[in-house]
C-alpha cells in the first residue's frame, strides 16, 4: 500500500514557475514508477509526465516538454515536477500516481494521490 500527498500548488502568473511535491508512504516507493496527471475543469485527466524507477527515465507530453522537469527522491520518498513559463492552459488540480510499471494512461497506475490546484493568471 502506498500513501500519496501533493503539495506546492497555488497562484502564479504567467510565466512563472511552481514546484510541487508529492510525499509518499512505505518503504517500497523506490520500486514504483511514478507518475503526474492533471484535470481542468469539464476535462479528462491527462497524462503530464512520469519518472521510472531503476535509472529514472523521464517522459513528458508535449504540451509541457520543455518546460516541466521531472526527479525524485528516493531517499526521502519524494518526486517533485519543476514547472517553469507557465501558461493559463496549465491550469488544473495535479494529481500524482504510482504504478508498479508507469506510463501514460492513468489506468495503469494503482495509487493516486489527492492532488493540488494550480491555477496560473494571464
Known amino acids: 500500500q502506498v500513501q500519496l500527498v501533493e503539495s506546492g500548488g497555488g497562484l502564479v502568473q504567467a510565466g512563472g514557475s511552481l514546484r510541487l511535491s508529492c510525499a509518499a508512504s512505505?518503504?517500497?516507493?523506490?520500486?514504483?514508477?511514478m507518475g503526474w496527471f492533471r484535470q481542468a475543469p469539464g476535462k479528462e485527466r491527462e497524462f503530464v509526465a512520469a519518472?521510472?524507477?531503476?535509472?529514472?527515465?523521464?517522459y513528458y507530453a508535449d504540451s509541457v516538454k520543455g518546460r516541466f522537469t521531472v526527479s525524485r527522491d528516493n531517499a526521502k520518498n519524494t518526486v517533485y515536477l519543476q514547472m517553469n513559463s507557465l501558461k493559463p492552459e496549465d491550469t488544473a488540480v495535479y494529481y500524482c500516481?504510482?504504478?508498479?510499471?508507469?506510463?501514460?494512461?492513468?489506468?495503469?497506475?494503482?495509487?493516486w494521490g489527492q492532488g493540488t490546484q494550480v491555477t496560473v493568471s494571464s
Open positions: 500516481a504510482a504504478a508498479l510499471y508507469g506510463g501514460r494512461y492513468p489506468t495503469r497506475y494503482d495509487y
Open positions: 512505505g518503504r517500497t516507493f523506490s520500486s514504483y514508477a
Open positions: 519518472i521510472s524507477w531503476g535509472v529514472g527515465s523521464t
